[in-house]
Antibody, heavy 121, light 107 residues
Framework: EVQLLESGGGLEQPGGSLRLSCAAS????????MSWVRQAPGKGLEWVSV????????YYADSVKGRFTISRDNSKNTLYLQMNSLRAEDTAVYYC??????????????WGRGTLVTVSS | EIVLTQSPATLSLSPGERATLSCRAS??????LAWYQQNPGQAPRLLIY???NRATGIPVRFSGSGSGTDFTLTISSLEPEDFAVYYC?????????FGQGTKLEIK
């Protein structure tokens, strides 16, 4: 069974940093692109970042470019999101997600439960 | 960046009725359009990819159509568990973007 389990969320002050982790199991983690998607309270979905398998290329939404860094450790089956220079507008539930079974790049067929990040003084 | 506009914002229907949700893209995404369902407090679930392909385990009452800039998600006969928020998302190229969502509520 595919499982994605996020951790690392919490309350942080503006300008601060947090590191989110996502532990993956039930599939060959190194063979799949992985992503972070966020959802502000009562709002819609925003795709934050994606890291490809193979060459490890990364992509970011303009709203987080230069502040957030996505990475992966295939030996630990873990995805990360380093978030620096946090702003109030980064407050959201952050979901780890991946495309595991669907033959269509840019889609997400498995999601974690999410971890809440709150940026406030 | 491709902007996806969903309509209506809210759709009020009864169980057993047919639901038609729309998604319009600001430029062509060919057939690279997905649909997700999200229930309160839960992660989204992929329903449709490539405009018309059902994801694994998705009931046949869900169908998708369209290409280019205009897309439709149809639920043929609403079940109680179908009342949720639905998002479209293009998977043409980065940045992948979502629509603002359509809330399907019980009338």
């Amino acid at each position: 069974e595919v499982q994605l389990l996020e951790s690392g969320g919490g309350l942080e002050q503006p300008g601060g940093s947090l590191r989110l982790s996502c532990a993956a199991s039930g599939f060959t983690f190194s063979s799949h692109a992985m992503s972070w998607v966020r959802q502000a309270p009562g709002k819609g979905l925003e795709w934050v970042s994606v890291i490809n398998n193979g060459d490890g290329s990364t992509y970011y939404a303009d709203s987080v470019k230069g502040r957030f860094t996505i990475s992966r450790d295939n030996s630990k089956n873990t995805l990360y999101l380093q978030m620096n220079s946090l702003r109030a507008e980064d407050t959201a539930v952050y979901y780890c997600a991946g495309r595991v079974q669907i033959p269509a790049a840019g889609t997400l067929d498995y999601w974690g439960r999410g971890t809440l990040v709150t940026v406030s003084s | 960046e491709i902007v996806l506009t969903q309509s209506p914002a809210t759709l009020s229907l009864s169980p057993g009725e047919r639901a038609t949700l729309s998604c319009r893209a600001s430029q062509s995404v060919s057939s690279y359009l997905a649909w997700y369902q999200q229930n309160p407090g839960q992660a989204p679930r992929l329903l449709i990819y490539g405009a018309s392909n059902r994801a694994t385990g998705i009931p046949v009452r869900f169908s998708g159509s369209g290409s280019g800039t205009d897309f439709t998600l149809t639920i043929s006969s609403l079940e109680p568990e179908d009342f949720a928020v639905y998002y479209c998302q293009h998977h043409n190229n980065w940045p992948y973007t979502f629509g603002q969502g359509t809330k399907l509520e019980i009338k």
